[in-house]
């Protein structure tokens, strides 16, 4: 009997991540998995104490249904986070995050661990609950099966807003990592409760929409720990290819959803957000020089290259990628409405796109070029806004007519549009000036991709030489003459 325990125990040490065999064994011996499992013992112990007393008396057993779910809401939906928030932070304070990488564990493997981590303790911790969940069946006559749905419904949603908490949990700033978890649990939950309300209170058919909510908080999920983990990973790690794939499975999503008339407007808020974050993280990352990376790619040959042009990490391969998938699903959800494509939805289409792409050629000419510029382009956003803004104030106290000296700044354009209104007479107007800025933006960015196409190709080509290398090695070959690199090959590795 003990050969066979130790021998399930070495196999599942052995196959499990082991930051979550770590974690759980430290967690679960630790004061706070203790404290916290009597606490919820102590808490139902009163409140089955309540129940029998009120439902011997002439109390509500409604009320008291609503202090159950209070109470087991509070746990999932703010205890648990704010457990994966203090996930990463202990390490990242300490610098103990570079001594994991170097484990040959992997940044994306960090991470999950913890997420699960975290997630396991919650759940094991929700068991407990389960004999509190018969009785409520007794005393209160409430449904074990509904109580039993409406909790694995709280669980998956205390997953997903615990693996946003992990993600945030690498920001070394306490001040602003607390901020950011108080504003998203604040506005997020109570979003949420609303909706949901909404949803109850619309006699909606509840079981044709639980494998799209899950769906999307598993792909919300994965896409925040894919943004964690490249806060601490190697810039030989590729984290910005599962990142677009992620996004395009949600729009995927989008569309099937659409197309099926499910009346569900969360994809819809998960896949417009992700692609916002994708889309401008994309366009702030420069083209990375390693070889590695474009190897899964060049293996497939022609077909790979062709794929790896709106995979590749970079700010290339991301602009080419966000405006496809950007383009595909505003004219694909047109088609699944049947609207008719209006003047103003084209102006908005023009506007939006130029408005990603104006600052963004202004700032590749720039020294930031060759480093993460999106607080610069948020603040180039911002004080746009703002000027429009002051000539728009000026317009109405002064009777001036200064808002058309901006007009051709897409981002100036679209605050206008969507606050103060453009006459419909203007429309054409405004579609050839900002259409003309955002067409001469995308000529000077494609001045500046021609080098950046130079640096891909050269990567393509010491990936595959990579692999004939490896490929002659593994089957016993000798290994290929050395051959001097060269100079444009000499001048990309020295760049690099």
């Known amino acids: 009997m003990n050969l066979k325990s130790f021998s399930i125990k070495s196999l599942i040490d052995s196959r499990l991540n082991p930051i979550l065999v770590k974690e759980l064994r430290q967690g679960m011996r630790s004061k706070m998995y203790t404290i916290l499992f009597l606490a919820i ?48 932070s202990g390490e990242n304070r300490e610098s103990r995050l570079d001594l994991l990488v170097l484990t040959r564990l992997s940044s994306r493997r960090i991470v999950y661990g913890k997420w699960l981590a975290v997630v396991v303790q919650g759940i094991l911790l929700m068991t407990a609950l389960l004999p509190y969940l018969v009785l409520r069946y007794y005393i209160g006559s409430v449904e074990f099966l509904q109580s039993l749905g409406i909790l694995a419904v709280l669980v998956m949603i205390s997953a997903i807003i615990t693996g946003i908490a992990v993600s945030i949990s690498v920001i070394k700033n306490p001040i602003l990592r607390w901020v950011i978890l108080g504003i998203g649990l604040f506005f997020g939950v109570s979003n949420l409760f609303s909706y949901i309300n909404f949803r109850y209170s619309a006699s909606i058919n509840w079981f044709e929409l639980y494998p799209v909510w899950i769906i999307s908080g598993l792909l919300l999920v994965i896409l925040a720990l894919e943004f964690g983990a ?62 590695s990376i474009y190897e899964p790619f060049v293996r497939f040959g022609l077909i790979g290259r062709i794929v790896g042009r709106f995979l590749y990490p970079g700010w290339w391969s991301g602009l080419i990628f966000s405006l496809i998938v950007f383009s595909g699903l505003w004219f694909g959800l047109f088609y699944l409405s049947g609207n008719i494509i209006k003047t103003d939805d084209i102006l908005l289409f023009i506007l939006l796109i130029g408005a990603f792409t104006f600052p963004f050629a202004i700032l590749l000419y720039t020294p930031l070029s060759h480093r993460r510029f999106g607080r610069v382009m948020m603040l180039v956003q911002i004080c746009l806004v703002l000027f429009v803004q002051l000539l728009m104030l000026l317009d109405d106290t002064k009777d001036w007519n200064s808002v058309w000296l901006v007009s051709w700044v897409p981002t100036c354009a679209l605050f206008q549009f969507a606050f103060d209104g453009i006459e419909s007479g203007d429309y054409p107007v405004y579609i050839v000036i900002t259409g003309f800025a955002t067409a001469l933006s995308f000529v000077f960015i494609l001045i500046k991709a021609l080098r950046e196409e ?33 100079d444009k090959e000499a001048s990309v590795a020295f760049e690099a």
């Not at 009320?63 to 999932?76: A, S, Y």
């Not at 130079?454 to 050395?482: C, D, F, L, S």
Request: one cysteine or more.
């Open 454 to 486: 130079t640096v891909i190709r050269e990567m393509e080509r010491q990936a595959m030489k990579n692999r004939k290398v490896r490929g002659a090695v593994k089957h016993g070959q000798p290994k290929p003459p050395y051959l001097p690199p060269s």
């Open 41 to 88: 013992q102590v808490v139902m112990i009163f409140y089955v104490v309540f129940g029998m007393a009120m439902s011997l008396g002439a109390g509500n057993n409604q009320e008291m249904d609503i202090l159950f779910w209070v109470i087991t809401g509070g746990f999932l939906l703010f205890i648990l986070p704010l457990m994966g928030a203090n996930a990463l």
């Open 230 to 291: 490249a806060r601490f990973s190697p810039m030989a790690e590729n984290h910005d290819t599962p990142k677009r794939l992620v996004l395009l499975f949600m729009c995927i999503l989008l569309v099937v959803v659409e197309s099926l008339h499910l009346d569900s407007d969360l994809p819809a808020a998960f896949a417009l957000f992700s692609l916002l974050i994708v889309t401008w993280d994309g366009l702030c990352r420069p083209v990375l020089r390693y070889p």
